[in-house]
């Protein structure tokens, strides 16, 4: 594509313009290649602190530094041309109050150019977020399974069932009242998923949700199938990259102690050929 006919990237105002149109696509990207697979494709594209589980072999998303997280949104800015960059802020970031918010929210959208930050919480979240909007700052708002919490939740369950879901509800209202952009739903059940979206004026999310949501989102490498360790249930594989990384792996390992790799084309000449005379 010319420079001239590229695609300007969304802003946050786009994406919450985009409530109740075409639906929105999302996923994650830690790597320039990465981002460079999905730009032309995807709305907006998350740097999400699942980084940490995906690429760096972590049990959960706690450990996830800041720096981590400028690195990779760094590395995906590179990446990206047409597509919107949000950023995770990770579990420690954000959590004490307003202040610690904004210092490390200008920090993530300074050192990597993001366009937004998103952050997990609803109602105790909602000052927050209306303090970074009201000085400059988008944000994405997350709510429903939130994994930065998932010791206090029991884990990766459901969320919004039963009496939760007024509660759940009420997380989504209060957001988007502070002035969230858009917000994910995760792991919240399809009905709920669908009032929520009728509700609120802000798109919604989905990532194992409702495909009545004004987008959906999930982890490439799931998607992909080059994140093995688990499957959840809401993951659709569109192609099994792993299995196929594995066996390409195997064959040149074999090619190798056989001596069949490197060939006489992979190989290079004592002496260079001659060149051919020019007229």
């Known amino acids: 594509m010319s420079a001239t006919a590229r695609k300007k990237a969304p802003m946050p105002t786009d994406i919450k313009a985009r409530k109740g149109g075409a639906p929105l696509v999302s996923l994650t990207a830690y790597t320039t290649p990465m981002a460079q697979m999905m730009d032309a494709h995807c709305d907006f594209v998350l740097v999400g602190d699942s980084v940490g589980m995906v690429l760096h072999g972590l049990p959960s998303t706690l450990e996830v530094t800041m720096d981590m997280m400028i690195l990779h949104g760094q590395a995906v800015a590179r990446g990206l041309q047409q597509a919107m960059m949000v950023i995770d802020m990770p579990f420690g970031s954000y959590e004490q109050g307003p202040a610690q918010a904004f210092e490390n929210a200008a920090r993530l959208m300074r050192e990597t150019s993001a366009g937004a930050v998103k952050l997990e919480g609803g109602q105790h979240m ?154």
């Open 126 to 279: 909602a000052p927050t977020i209306d303090f970074l909007v009201r000085r400059g700052i988008p944000v994405m708002a997350h709510v429903g399974l939130t994994p930065q919490s998932i010791n206090t939740l029991g884990g990766y369950t459901v969320q919004g069932r039963g009496a939760q879901a007024d509660i759940l509800m009420q997380d989504a209202t209060a957001v988007t009242a502070a002035g969230a952009f858009a917000i994910v739903l995760e792991k919240v059940p399809q009905g709920l998923a669908d009032r929520i979206t009728a509700q609120i004026d802000i798109p919604t999310i989905g990532i194992g949700a409702s495909a009545g949501c004004d987008g959906q989102i999930l982890v490439v490498d799931d998607m992909l199938g080059l994140f093995t360790a688990f499957k959840a249930k809401f993951v659709k594989r569109y192609a099994d990259l792993g299995a196929a990384g594995t066996e390409a792996v195997a064959a040149y390992a074999e090619d190798v102690r056989a001596r069949r790799f490197p060939g006489p084309e992979h190989v290079f000449a004592d002496e260079a050929p001659a060149r051919k005379a020019t007229k």
